[in-house]
């Protein structure tokens, strides 16, 4: 399953970046290059929306990219004056089912039944049962 925000980044004097995810309640991280702070916002993205659905809470619903400001952000945050070289909106695209495995999430096992021949196409695929039952799970779920 994959979720897709729209992220404010600024470009701070000292040649750092923060970004903000205004859909998930401003969760903010920094970096010291642009790659760096994109693959933090990913993790940082990732964590939350976990978290959420081991709560058992909806996922938030992303904005438009053109809906969120850096204006509202920065009168919800109460800052004047900052100091920044530039900013800039973006998308981050990040792949839940991917993290989840990378940051360790406890797993269930659980047995199914499918029909042989289902199950002798899917292993000539080497097609991944876990990985497909989870993302079809969680399409379901999150429909």
């Keep these: 399953m994959k979720v897709v925000y729209p992220v404010l980044v600024y470009e701070e004097?000292?040649?750092?970046?923060?970004?903000?995810?205004?859909d998930?309640?401003?969760?903010?991280?920094?970096?010291?290059?642009l790659e760096e702070v994109i693959d933090m916002t990913e993790e940082l993205i990732a964590g939350q929306i976990l978290d959420e659905m081991e709560e058992g809470n909806k996922i938030p619903?992303?904005?438009?990219?053109?809906?969120?400001?850096f204006e509202r952000l920065e009168k919800e945050l109460d800052i004047e004056n900052w100091d920044y070289v530039s900013k800039f909106k973006t998308y981050i695209i990040v792949?839940?089912?991917?993290?989840?495995?990378?940051?360790?999430?406890?797993?269930?096992k659980k047995t199914v039944n499918i029909p042989k021949w289902v199950n002798t196409k899917a292993e000539e695929l080497k097609i991944n049962f876990s990985k497909t039952l989870e993302e079809a799970l969680l399409e379901q779920i999150y429909k």
């Design 13 to 22: 004097k000292d040649s750092r970046y923060s970004s903000f995810v205004p």
């Design 24 to 33: 998930l309640n401003n969760i903010s991280t920094f970096g010291d290059t």
């Design 61 to 69: 619903i992303a904005s438009k990219i053109e809906d969120v400001t």
């Design 95 to 108: 792949d839940i089912s991917v993290y989840a495995e990378k940051l360790g999430k406890e797993l269930i």
